[in-house]
Structure formats: structure tokens, C-alpha cells
């Protein structure tokens, strides 16, 4: 998971937030690039401005700040999210976790750039179709693929995800080989 650093100090440019490793040690997360940029300008003496804190969470996470494998999984199950996670981190995925729809699409149009999205359909707040009909009515989005994994094996609801713009669709229980051969296609 990763977080957004609200700074007491002014922190170089480059500096994108932290993430929490599985035993619980936190580390920062640099865009390499623009710190690299900002030391040279340094040495120049012809340094960028800081960010502060008082505009640090009006900044959206560089484009570049996930790698081209980084996924987003959308769930208000913490246990399918975490199942998920350990299963694409082990297929060499970088990994994001949003709560519900609500939260996916504020991190989405707030600046997280992913590869692909995963998304459950029944959520607080947003649900999996709202997702699909807010991301693809965002021209930002358009192309973004989103694949459905859901509880809902239907017709029916396979049929609508597929009309509001699913890339893929996927019936809990999963076969994970499938599912990550799906991602690899869809996430190119």
C-alpha cells in the first residue's frame, strides 16, 4: 500500500510517499528521474522549489510513479484483496488496493497510473458498474483495461460489465492461472 507523506519540512522534488513493507518497515518512494534532476540543479545552484507542506496533498502522484506492471485491485473484502495481491506480486505485479469503487476512481483521477484494474462488483459507496461507467466516461480512461471479478456468475451481470466497457470478466472462485494470463494479454 502505498501512502502519501504529509511532511513537517519541505521535501526534495522526487519524492513521491512511502510504502509499508509485509513486516512492517517503511520506505520511501522516489521518482528517480526528477531527483536525480533536482540534485544536478543543486550542484548548479539553480535549485526547483520544494514542496511544503501546505501544498504537498494538492500535488497528484507523478504519471510515472508506478511501474508499467502496477495494478489496481478494487475490493471491499480486505481478505480477496490481500489473496490477490500476494498472487500478482508473485507474477511480478506492482500492487495498489482500493477499499471500494469510490476510492479506486479518487485514486485514479487524483494521479495513480496503473496498468490495469481489478474490479469487484458489489461495493459501498460505488459499485463495480459505477466504476466501470465513471472511468470509461473519462477520456483519461477509455483504454485503461478493467477486469471484473466477481460473485456474480450471471449472464446478466456479465452482459452489462461487458456493455459499460469491461475488458474481462471473472467469477469468484477464480482460476488464478487463467486470470493472470488474462492480465498479461489485456495489461501489454
Known amino acids: 500500500a502505498v501512502r502519501q507523506v504529509e511532511p513537517t519540512m519541505p521535501l526534495p522534488p522526487g519524492y513521491t510517499g512511502c510504502t509499508i513493507l509485509g513486516d512492517g ?14 540534485i544536478d540543479s543543486e550542484e548548479r545552484g539553480t535549485s526547483p522549489k520544494l514542496t511544503t507542506p501546505s501544498d504537498a496533498g494538492a500535488i497528484a502522484p507523478p504519471a510515472d510513479s508506478f ?16 489473496f490477490l495481491a500476494m ?14 469503487g469510490q476510492d ?8 495513480l497510473r ?24 473519462n477520456p ?5 483495461p478493467i477486469a471484473m471479478l466477481t460473485s456474480r456468475s450471471g449472464d446478466k451481470h456479465r452482459q452489462l460489465a461487458s456493455s ?21 494479454e489485456i495489461a501489454h
Open 67 to 82: 511501474s508499467d506492471n502496477a495494478i489496481l485491485i478494487v475490493d471491499d473484502s480486505v481478505n480477496v484483496r490481500r
Open 104 to 111: 479506486a476512481v479518487e485514486k485514479l483521477t487524483g494521479g
Open 140 to 144: 483519461d480512461f477509455k483504454t485503461l
Open 164 to 184: 459499460l466497457g469491461a475488458t474481462a470478466y471473472f467469477s469468484k472462485p477464480y482460476n488464478e492461472q487463467e486470470l493472470l494470463r488474462t492480465l498479461k
Open 25 to 38: 518497515q517503511v520506505v520511501p518512494l522516489a521518482d528517480v528521474s526528477q531527483l536525480l534532476s533536482w
Open 114 to 137: 496503473v496498468k490495469a484494474v481489478i474490479c469487484d462488483i458489489e461495493m459501498p459507496r460505488l459499485d463495480g458498474f459505477g466504476v466501470l461507467a465513471k472511468l470509461r466516461a
Open 87 to 100: 498472487t500478482l506480486e508473485k507474477a511480478g505485479y506492482r500492487v495498489e488496493q482500493a477499499k471500494d
